[in-house]
């Protein structure tokens, strides 16, 4: 049963910095295609960010490009998201997904979902 837990979310202070780790199990996530998504209140969900599994190929959001980084521990078989320099726009439930193939960083590209994770952005 493939599985993605999400973690690291909290409450930080605008210009912050948080890391989220999306800890896969039951599945290899080295083979798999990542991303990051959010969803705030009264939004749709949007794609934050992705990596594609064999070459590594990333993708940002305009709204994260400059302060996100998305990267793989594969050892871990983690795939985590840097944030920094953190605003209130930023405040959502993030979520993981992977899935074997990418076709693009949007949400119905992606098969399997983690629980999400809050965070929240403020003083």
């Known amino acids: 049963q493939l599985q993605l837990v999400e973690s690291g979310g909290g409450l930080v202070e605008p210009g912050g910095s948080l890391r989220l780790s999306c800890a896969a199990s039951g599945f290899t996530l080295a083979y798999y295609a990542v991303g990051w998504f959010r969803q705030a209140p009264g939004k749709d969900r949007e794609g934050v960010s992705c990596i594609s599994s064999r070459s590594g190929i990333t993708y940002y959001a305009d709204s994260g490009k400059g302060r996100f980084t998305i990267s793989r521990d594969t050892a871990k078989n983690t795939v985590y998201l840097q944030m920094n320099s953190l605003k209130p726009e930023d405040t959502a439930v993030y979520y993981c997904?992977?899935?074997?193939?990418?076709?693009?960083?949007?949400?119905?590209?992606?098969?399997?979902w983690g629980q999400g994770t809050q965070v929240t952005v403020s003083s």
């Open positions: 997904a992977a899935d074997l193939l990418f076709g693009s960083c949007t949400e119905r590209d992606f098969s399997s």
